[in-house]
């Protein structure tokens, strides 16, 4: 079964553009999350959808948005960029049914290097 | 806020050696933990999960659970040079619909041939 796609893989972009990142989760998978990794903060929570729904939202401005389609691939997008959002951003992709249960692993995509200059 | 806490590394044992790390979480209600084991420049790749307080084993690895105490760790038995990366604790949060995973600042482990 193929895994979780992520892409670019690689972006590079300037100060005040918007960037728009494309996650495709594992077959038969409905939840996608959506991860900031950055070596001072770790990672962090941004989103997760399922079934087309955002069920949880993490601590990012507004700027930091998101949707999945009914094929749940999902999109994430960041407005006005600013250097501080370079990181690596990753996405999840999970059966998302239940926490506490063997649905609820979540699989990594190899995530999308965003440069902001 | 969620916290979730790992022992700071890093960590550096000998090839055929047991590694140790653990983890603490301070959300009583928490339901599912996961091991994740990052080598540099790639993504997280889930190594362990587990839901009920004990041991679970697979393989050269064995995850442990207490709830009473918020604590969860993780044993690499005969650590080889390739168990040489940052591992990552993840805790889900105490609502039933809180989909989200909290990670730890990850634990660097370097086993020395």
């Known amino acids: 079964k193929a895994g979780v796609t992520q892409t670019p893989r690689y972006l590079i972009k300037t100060r005040g553009q918007q960037v728009t990142l494309s996650c495709s989760p594992i077959s038969g998978h409905r939840s996608v999350s959506w991860y900031q990794q950055t070596p001072g903060q770790g990672l962090q929570f941004l989103f997760e959808?399922?079934?087309?729904?955002?069920?949880n939202k993490g601590n990012f401005p507004g700027r930091f948005s998101g949707r999945q389609f009914s094929n749940s691939r999902s999109e994430m997008n960041v407005s006005t960029l600013e250097l501080g959002d370079s990181a690596l951003y990753l996405c999840?992709?999970?059966?998302?049914?239940?926490?506490?249960?063997?649905?609820?692993?979540?699989?990594f995509g190899p995530g999308t290097r965003l440069t902001v200059t | 806020q969620k916290e979730v806490e790992q022992n700071s590394g890093p960590l550096s044992v000998p090839e055929g050696a047991i590694a140790s790390l653990n983890c603490t979480y301070s959300?009583?209600?928490?339901?599912?933990f996961f091991w994740y084991r990052q080598y540099s420049g790639k993504s997280p790749e889930l190594i362990m999960f587990?839901?009920?307080?004990g041991d679970k084993e697979d393989g050269r690895f064995t995850a442990q659970l207490n709830k009473a105490s918020q604590y969860v760790s993780l044993l690499i038995r005969d650590s080889q040079p390739s168990d040489s990366a940052t591992y990552l604790c993840?805790?889900?949060?105490?609502?039933?619909?809180?989909?989200?995973?909290?990670f730890g600042a990850g634990t660097t482990v370097t086993v020395r041939a």
């Open positions: 587990i839901y009920s307080n």
């Open positions: 959808y399922f079934s087309e729904t955002q069920r």
């Open positions: 999840a992709s999970s059966l998302g049914l239940q926490p506490g249960t063997n649905s609820y692993e979540q699989y």
């Open positions: 959300d009583r209600g928490s339901q599912s």
């Open positions: 993840a805790v889900n949060g105490e609502e039933s619909n809180d989909y989200k995973l909290s």
